[in-house]
Structure formats: structure tokens, C-alpha cells
């Protein structure tokens, strides 16, 4: 465990805000930029050697400048830097349509029922592939310039298709050796849901508790290689 | 026993010598006098007659993309009629085709919502109205109508396992590129176009069927057809257990009658267009030469589709396999593995499709469509998730 903690980057969709005021809230010296899930979604975004930038997007691109400037360097590609990102997850964004045909996409070896029009977990593979090929390819070069640390999205609902999308992308993800953190270990004891007290009145992002209860546990996991002030 | 074709002088009700039943030859009869005429008017029955009844006039002076009225349909359909497409290989090119010209091909088990065209063709999706594959016999036809109105019976659809641990079911042998992940999974694809499959007839007006094939294989213990001989690509041969079907006259007769009523007795407006597929056989287990069981395969075919089509009121014939595979066309339209059909003798068949195709009625349904309302529903729902996430950003992020 490092003696003074570097400063925590968060660069991702909403659901970084969280993580961000969890961070602050545990005392620990965090600072980010976020823009929307469906620009996430779209690809509007870039690695460049100075790292990852908003494209087309003239707000985030003027908040990604603040981070710079605040963080006193050009870059935020120190091999050092821990940057804790939602890059590739964006579910809002990805899971809805492919239900627009009644199709419910299920995890592996979970039971399907009766009157649930569904598809193979190959196919599920490749569909989230198709949306989702850029978003890996650009964090695996992401986490060659930084230490990289992809969170999962709240798990806040049993809704049809989330759970599986997310297995699919934490999948993903391991397969393509990034460090994924999946908050849904956290709340084991209490059904793998995020419980209504730690969400925000939408009943998708986290709050501020769920953040910090997150940020601890990636402590706990040795997923950050950070010392929590006391 | 022998089938008497209602011709000068049929009975109006006749016996049907299938069955034992008895059918109404109205339909046979009026299209009789229809092309004959009064005899007592005319010297003989084929002076008053059409050019295209005559082999000259009709064929050999016209020429291969000169034929008239080869095909005419007898239905008036609603303008926004919806066509249900299955059957073997050849009936691939009708979907497309239909769906060229705009007409209202019934999808029944659209891809997931934003699939993109490659991965849908990739998992067989659009192929057919139904992801069933390829249907070949109309035993295969019954079957997935029973699956249709009872997909709890896709239990008792044999599974097969791979070497490599991959499941296929042995309908669709074919659909998945590498097979399902577990039996589970299997069964709850089969389940998922069965019920498209039910759609498909339940949801359309006209049901097009391309018949391919008179030979198949069946499970000795169980009766279940399969798609594909086992050992022909997936699934084990066991001489015991799979035997060799060259289903006869009678049989097919039986299975499309009895896949027809199940639909029917869900749809009753449902209406039956009937093709041979005009391609050959890539091979033949009957014991004669492939271009013997070809003749013999695609004759029996054609002679039930026609009797249908002659006696039935909802049933009709298209020509497919005249244009392409009589005497007239010298095989022009067959790729060099005189198989494959070329696009051109496609767009031939297709072209008489049109011509004869009758959508000149009202439209049969107005009002709101379900499945766009969905997608607009589910668009709007994304739309303001963005607007909370929008404030969340701005809230605890970009204030700097």
C-alpha cells in the first residue's frame, strides 16, 4: 500500500459520478470529467497520446481541459495515474433495443422461461461484440498508458437483459485483460442488488454511500492499490 | 384407386380418393368452363381458347421471357397483405424479392433491435418468416405446425451433442453457426420460433410454401423427421434408429392437408400459394440415379401441389419450376453445378409473381402499429434516462 495516495482520476458516463463523490467522501484526492452514456454508446470519443478525449462534444471537451489543468500536466497518461472509468459498460444505452423485438437475453446456464423469446449466448457474444468492439480495443490501449480500472455499472435492478449484458461485457473485459471491478460482488448478502438506500430516486445511478461502499471494497479487493485515510 | 381430374363432364362433388372424404370440384369446374368455353357455340372446346393454352402461341413463338399470363392469381388481396415464406432453398429468393418490392413480407422472428445485417444473416435471421431453416418435405411442414400450437413439444425434439460439447437441434441442424451452449438453450430457440412459426400463419394472409424435396429421414422409435440425414454435417448416423423416407403421393397429400387444417383452424382467411422448388437433388438414398429420383421427387410434388390447388379454394399454385426447370429454358437459368439457380432466372420467376399478383384490395388493417409504438416507446424511455444522466454529470462533475 502506498504511504500518500496518488490523486484518483473518474472519466466515464453517469454512473462515475457516483464513484467520484465516493471517493471524495472517503478523504481520498479524486478529480474526473463525465459526459453522457449515449455518447459513450456512440463512440464519441478518442485515445490520443495525450490520452482519452470527448470528440464532437464541446462541453466535456472544455471540462477535459479543466481536469488537465488541474491535475497541472498536459496529459493524464502517467503509467502511474489510476483512472477509474465506465468505459464500454453504458447498459441504458445498449440493453433497450434489443428488446424492441421481444427478445430477453439471459447469463449463461441461467434458467429461461416458458414464453420468453430468446437468443443464444453466442449471438448475445456477438451482438455486444458488434457495439462494444471499439470500446475494448481503445481500453486495452487505454491501460497501456495509465492504470486503468473499469467499474460495472450499479447493480440496481432485475430488469430482463441487464444482467446478462453486464455478465457479458465483465466477460469481455476479462477476456481482453483489463482490471474490471463488478460492484454486484458487494452486495451478495443482499440478493447481488444495490438496496434502494444507496440508489438515487431514478433507481439506476448509486448515491454517495454506494460510491464510497465501492471504492472500499475495490480497497478491500486490492483492485485499487490504495491506502483508505482513516 | 386413381384421381379423375374434373374435366368436360366432372361430377360437381366428387369422391376424393384419399381420404374417403368428398370435396367440392366447384373450383376445378369453373376453371374449366372458364378456359373452354360453350362447346355448342363452337366447332370444338380449343377454338375459343387463350394463346397461352396453345404449346406455339404459348411457348415457342413467345419465347423464354415472352410468356403471358403464365400465372394468375385467383385471390384479390388487401393492399397491405402480408406473406409468410418457408420451404426449401429456392423459397429464400422469394422473401428477398419480396421485400425488394416493397410488399409486406411477414417477419415473424425479427433479430434483437439494431442487429446489424451481417450478424443477422450470420444467425439465419430473415431468411424465412420463421428462423426454421430450410423445410424440405411436408412432413417437416407438420411438424412445425404442431410445434406452433403446442411449443411445450419442443421436448421431445432431439438434441444433438458434439464432439466438442456444442448442442444442435435436429430441425434446424443448421441455424446456429456453432450450436447451442447447453440443451436448455436449445429448446428455448426451438420454443422461440415455434411461436414465430405461429405467427407466421397467424399474422398473415397468404402462406407461401415451396415444396423441395419427397425424400427425408425419420427416428425409427419416435416418428420425429429430422432436416438432415444424421452424419451429413452434424448428428451420428445409426442405421437402426434413422430411416430413409421417400415420402409418396398419399403421405405428402396427408401431412399438407393436415399442417393446412392446424393453421386454418387458427387462421381461417388463411390462404396456401404452393411452389416446387426447381432445383435438383444434391443427392438421392432411394437406390436410383439422382436424375431418376430428381424427376421423380419433383413430380410428386408438383402433382400434389396442382391437385391442391384444383381443388381447394385457398390453395393455389405458383409455376416456379416450370420457368426454370421445363424443357423451354434448355437449363439456362442453372449455375454450372446445374444446381444453383442464377439471379436472372430468379428474377424471371419473380417478374410472373408480380404480374399476376393481385393486391388491388382495401387494406385489412389500419390503426396503431404495436411493434412501432415499442420501439418509440423504448426510444422515448432512453431519451430521458440521458436527461438524468445529463444532471447527474452536471451536478457532481462538470462545475470546475
Given amino acids: ?230 | 384407386m386413381h384421381l379423375c381430374h374434373a374435366g368436360f363432364k366432372g361430377s360437381q362433388v366428387g369422391r376424393d380418393f384419399r381420404m374417403g372424404r368428398t370435396h367440392d370440384r366447384t373450383k376445378t369446374n369453373r376453371r374449366a368452363a372458364g378456359k373452354l368455353g360453350t362447346p355448342a357455340m363452337t366447332e370444338n372446346p380449343y377454338k375459343t381458347l387463350p394463346p397461352s393454352a396453345f404449346w406455339r402461341s404459348g411457348v415457342a413463338e413467345a419465347g423464354l421471357f415472352g410468356y403471358k399470363n403464365l400465372w394468375k392469381s385467383p385471390w384479390t388481396l388487401p393492399s397491405d397483405a402480408r406473406f409468410s415464406t418457408f420451404g426449401s432453398c429456392f423459397a429464400q429468393h422469394i422473401s428477398r424479392v419480396l421485400v425488394a418490392r416493397g410488399l409486406n413480407w411477414k417477419n415473424a422472428e425479427k433479430a434483437p433491435g439494431l442487429t446489424p445485417n451481417a450478424l443477422a444473416q450470420k444467425y439465419n435471421y430473415g431468411v424465412f418468416t420463421a428462423r426454421t431453416g430450410n423445410i424440405y418435405t411436408a412432413a417437416q411442414l407438420l411438424t412445425w405446425a404442431r410445434l406452433a400450437v403446442d411449443p411445450s413439444a419442443v421436448e421431445s425434439i432431439e438434441i444433438w451433442r458434439s464432439p466438442n460439447g456444442r448442442f444442435f437441434d435436429s430441425l434446424r441442424p443448421v441455424i446456429e453457426p456453432d450450436g447451442f451452449e447447453s440443451v436448455q438453450e436449445a429448446r428455448a430457440s426451438l420454443a422461440t420460433t415455434a411461436r414465430a412459426f405461429h405467427r407466421s400463419f397467424s399474422e398473415a394472409e397468404v402462406f407461401v410454401f415451396t415444396l423441395g424435396l419427397t425424400e427425408g429421414w425419420e427416428d425409427a422409435s419416435t416418428g420425429q423427421v429430422w432436416a438432415l440425414c444424421p452424419g451429413t454435417g452434424v448428428g451420428t448416423y445409426d442405421p437402426d434408429r434413422h430411416v430413409f423416407c421417400n415420402y409418396a403421393y398419399p403421405r405428402i397429400m396427408a401431412d399438407l392437408e393436415a399442417a393446412m387444417a392446424i393453421m386454418r383452424e387458427v387462421n381461417p382467411d388463411l390462404r396456401f400459394l404452393l411452389t416446387v422448388s426447381p432445383v435438383p437433388l444434391v443427392a438421392t438414398a432411394s437406390g436410383n440415379h439422382v436424375l431418376s429420383a430428381t424427376t421423380y421427387s419433383k413430380s410428386v410434388l408438383r402433382a400434389v401441389a396442382g391437385d391442391l390447388a384444383m381443388t381447394r379454394q385457398e390453395v393455389d399454385y405458383f409455376p416456379s419450376y416450370e420457368i426454370i426447370a421445363s424443357p423451354p429454358s434448355r437449363g439456362a437459368f442453372f449455375e454450372p453445378n446445374l444446381r444453383g439457380i442464377a439471379i436472372e432466372g430468379v428474377s424471371l420467376v419473380m417478374g410472373h409473381f408480380f404480374a399476376g399478383l393481385d393486391i388491388s384490395g382495401p387494406p385489412a388493417r389500419g390503426g396503431e402499429d404495436a411493434a412501432a409504438k415499442r420501439i418509440y416507446d423504448s426510444e422515448q424511455a432512453m431519451a430521458e434516462d440521458d436527461l438524468v444522466c445529463d444532471e447527474i454529470i452536471m451536478e457532481r462533475f462538470n462545475n470546475a
Avoid at chain 1, 60 to 74: E, F, N, S, V, Y
Avoid at chain 1, 120 to 137: E, P
Avoid at chain 1, 165 to 193: K, M, W, Y
Fill in chain 1, 1 to 230: 500500500m502506498p504511504e500518500i495516495n496518488p490523486k484518483l482520476v473518474f472519466v466515464g458516463d453517469s454512473h462515475a459520478a457516483a464513484l467520484l463523490a465516493g471517493a471524495t467522501a472517503l478523504g481520498l484526492d479524486a478529480d474526473g470529467v463525465s459526459w453522457s452514456g449515449s455518447a459513450w454508446h456512440d463512440g464519441k470519443f478518442a485515445l490520443t497520446e495525450t490520452g482519452l478525449e470527448p470528440r464532437g462534444l464541446p462541453a466535456p471537451l472544455k471540462a477535459m481541459a479543466g481536469l488537465r489543468a488541474r491535475l497541472a500536466k498536459d496529459t493524464e497518461t502517467d503509467k502511474g495515474q489510476i483512472v477509474v472509468t465506465t468505459l464500454g459498460f453504458h447498459l441504458g444505452r445498449l440493453v433497450p433495443p434489443f428488446g424492441w423485438n421481444g427478445h430477453q437475453a439471459f447469463s449463461s446456464g441461467e434458467p429461461r422461461p416458458a414464453e420468453t423469446d430468446t437468443v443464444s449466448q453466442a449471438f448475445l457474444r456477438d451482438y455486444v461484440q458488434h457495439f462494444r468492439a471499439r470500446h475494448l480495443r481503445v481500453a486495452r490501449r487505454w491501460s497501456r498508458m495509465v492504470n486503468l480500472v473499469i467499474v460495472a455499472p450499479p447493480p440496481a435492478f432485475s430488469r430482463p437483459s441487464y444482467m446478462a449484458f453486464r455478465d457479458e461485457l465483465l466477460f469481455l473485459c476479462h477476456q481482453a485483460r483489463l482490471t474490471v471491478f463488478d460492484p454486484s460482488t458487494e452486495f451478495q448478502n443482499e440478493g447481488g442488488i444495490v438496496p434502494a438506500a444507496l440508489l438515487e430516486a431514478d433507481g439506476v445511478h448509486g448515491t454517495t454511500e454506494y460510491g464510497a461502499r465501492v471504492m472500499e471494497a475495490m480497497v478491500r479487493n486490492r483492485v485499487l492499490d490504495l491506502t483508505l485515510p482513516h
